[in-house]
Nanobody, 122 residues
Framework: VQLQASGGGLVQAGGSLRLSCAASGRTFSSGVVGWFRQVPGKEREFVAAINWSGGSTYHADSVKGRFTISRDNANNTVYLQMNSLKPEDTAVYYC????????????????WGQGTLVTVSS
């Protein structure tokens, strides 16, 4: 499975961005796709995840009410809609996939996209 993350950019605080994660190759009919983020010198942080088949979603407390993960099964794409962005949301955002169950640990995910940079200015 290959994952391609896109949609990052520079936005002012309070603005919005939508990230996309397009899957190709051997795509999933089940499993989980998640979004993580990382800033230099810190560990990769869980942001959100979605169960591919049932559509159940999970969001980190730090982004609840602001970010929404969703999927488009027909196009094998997962989105992360980010609203009310804050400077502390600045990071490289990665999408990842696993055929296992939902997990907030990066170690649980087997497949990773290349990352897309989100910069939120104050």
């Amino acid at each position: 499975v290959q994952l391609q993350a896109s949609g990052g950019g520079l936005v002012q605080a309070g603005g919005s961005l939508r990230l996309s994660c397009a899957a190709s190759g051997r795509t999933f009919s089940s499993g989980v796709v998640g979004w993580f983020r990382q800033v230099p010198g810190k560990e990769r942080e869980f942001v959100a995840a979605i169960n591919w088949s049932g559509g159940s979603t999970y969001h980190a407390d730090s982004v609840k009410g602001r970010f929404t993960i969703s999927r488009d099964n027909a196009n094998n794409t997962v989105y992360l809609q980010m609203n009310s962005l804050k400077p502390e949301d600045t990071a490289v955002y990665y999408c990842a996939a696993t055929q296992g169950i939902v997990s907030s640990s990066p170690k649980s995910y087997n497949y990773w996209g290349q990352g897309t940079l989100v910069t939120v200015s104050s």
